[in-house]
């Protein structure tokens, strides 16, 4: 099975050439922003002590140089558990040595993974005054998991999202892809991380950057950026009663193709869609207000490439005779799929074809402990099409010992034996678990199916196991429990197996 781990072709190159190296010292205070600032924590029982600690590092070390305050940032701590728990209010420590605390004395509470429960729990405090949120100013999660979950975190995150949070998740784990990539804002190569907990550091700082491109205060900017859209968000400057904002917007090198648009005093955010593919946009905010005079705010916003699919190809489930492929993005433009696989080395291959509202299948009927190459090609409604590859390995089939045997060979003394399991075998693990003495191990070459126990005393019940040797998966073994009849009767034994 193919494994990958996502990170930006940027980032890396950048890290590469130490230019996003861990940050080191005393970094220069961040002012001029306002934000509620909330970090979903996984304190669940499948997370180690140590991956909880670097995590409350790196939690630190993203805030550090944020100012902190009623007008500038505040900052949470939600528990992911079996109950979500806040650690401490948005309002509670408002200067950077409280909250350096605050997150040292933060401890783990174990438990289970709800996730989606916590999300739930998250949304309620981020609007709560008792919670010490404020209302009017951006509000961001940023989720660190290790990519497991017990619980639907599909329809609270968007619940969030509707609700203007800005979402920036980090997979220290082997998360799925699409689901994360779905439940992050847009795009997800800004707002989705996959990085081992030991190399949370390089991520710091352009996390901490996207952060900042959300909660800078007094200013019109964009985020959700796409091939096509962006959302504005701008601070409160006017009211439903005090007057209403005029949006000015067109291509940087076509000033003449402005387009304009009114909203009411009440909106501080609005997306614009519809746009050309990386293209710059200049945007001019005018409150037109009759009470007081507020000067115009303009940016300028550059939308992405033209989206492409497929950008990624995943195997997964992979068995003897079968896997599924899958893949990402999925795009309205797109009419169908063609998976083209075959094995490798090999000129042969088959077709199958997929709806284009699909984004993985699974391929079936395939020769056991083989390499395939497969194709993935999406045919768009415009008659263009693009592909990409990736290889694919079945596992090898016939995993099980069978017919585990013993023989009385004296005193004390078993010979156990077995029919060979199917596939390559590299050889078997022969385990003796005895009720009285130690356990003991043997490994035997693939052409041995027998083994010689010795030092079992009588009277003893004794579990054996014999498990096969593969090179690319795990064998399964069989167990039987053996009984030595004591000494004092006729030499012999039984032996039942296990349930």
């Known amino acids: 099975m193919l494994a990958k781990t996502v990170i930006s072709l940027g980032l890396w190159l950048q890290f590469a050439a130490g230019q996003n190296a861990p940050e080191r010292g005393p970094q220069p205070s961040v002012s001029n922003s306002e934000g509620d600032l909330l970090f979903l924590l996984d304190s669940s029982g499948s997370v180690s002590y140590y991956e909880f600690s670097k995590v409350k590092e790196f939690i630190w070390d993203l805030l550090r140089p944020f100012t902190f305050g009623p007008k500038d940032v505040q900052t949470s701590i939600i528990h992911i558990s079996t109950t979500p728990t806040m650690e401490f209010p948005f309002d509670r420590y408002l200067s950077s040595g409280t909250v350096q605390q605050a997150i040292r004395d933060t401890r783990q509470l174990m438990g289970d993974t709800n996730t989606g429960q916590a999300l739930s729990y998250a949304k309620e405090k981020f609007f709560s005054d008792g919670a010490g949120a404020r209302p009017d100013v951006p509000k961001v999660l940023v989720w660190v998991t290790d990519g497991f979950s017990t619980d639907d975190i599909s329809e609270p995150m968007q619940l969030l999202k509707d609700m203007g949070v800005t979402v920036f998740i980090v997979s220290t784990g082997r998360g799925n892809y699409l689901e994360l990539s779905a439940a992050a804002s847009q795009p997800p190569e800004k707002h989705l991380h996959f990085v081992d907990v030991d190399d949370l550091p390089i991520i710091t700082k352009e996390l901490r950057d996207a952060i900042l491109d959300v909660i800078q205060a007094n200013r019109l900017h964009a985020v959700d950026i796409t091939s096509s859209s962006f959302r504005l968000t701008w601070p409160q400057l006017l009211s439903q009663e005090t007057g209403y904002y005029t949006l000015e917007y067109a291509p940087a090198g ?45 940016t300028r916003v550059t939308t992405l490439p033209e989206e492409i699919t497929p950008a990624q190809v995943f195997i997964s489930e992979s068995g003897p005779h079968s896997f599924q492929v899958s893949w990402a993005p999925m795009l309205d433009s797109v009419m169908g799929y063609q998976i083209l696989y075959g094995p490798l080395p090999g000129n042969s291959a088959k077709l199958l074809e997929v709806d284009g509202k699909k984004n993985s299948t699974v391929v079936e009927n395939l020769a056991p402990n083989t390499t395939y190459l497969v194709t993935v090609t999406a045919v768009y409604n415009s008659g263009k099409e693009r592909s990409l590859s990736a290889k ?16 009385d060979m004296g005193p004390n003394t078993l010979k156990a034996s077995w029919d060979a399991a199917d596939g390559k075998v590299l050889g078997y693990r022969v385990r003796c678990r005895r009720q009285t003495g130690p356990s003991s191990v043997l490994s035997v070459s693939p052409q041995v199916h027998s083994v010689l126990l010795t030092d079992l005393p009588s009277g003893t019940t004794n579990k054996v196991c014999v498990k096969p040797v593969y090179k690319n998966q795990a064998g399964k073994g069989l167990c039987r429990l053996v009984h030595m009849q004591p000494a004092t009767d006729a030499q012999g034994y039984n032996h039942r197996p296990t349930a």
Request: hydrophobic share 35%.
């Open 392 to 407: 694919a390995c079945t596992q090898e089939e016939g995993s099980k010992v069978r017919h585990l045997r013993f023989e």
């Open 254 to 298: 076509d000033l003449a193709r402005k387009r304009t648009t009114q909203v009411s005093g009440a909106h501080t955010s609005l997306t614009l869609s519809n746009l050309a593919p990386e293209t710059a946009y200049e945007v001019v905010l005018i409150p037109e207000s009759n009470i007081h005079y507020f000067p115009p705010q303009a």
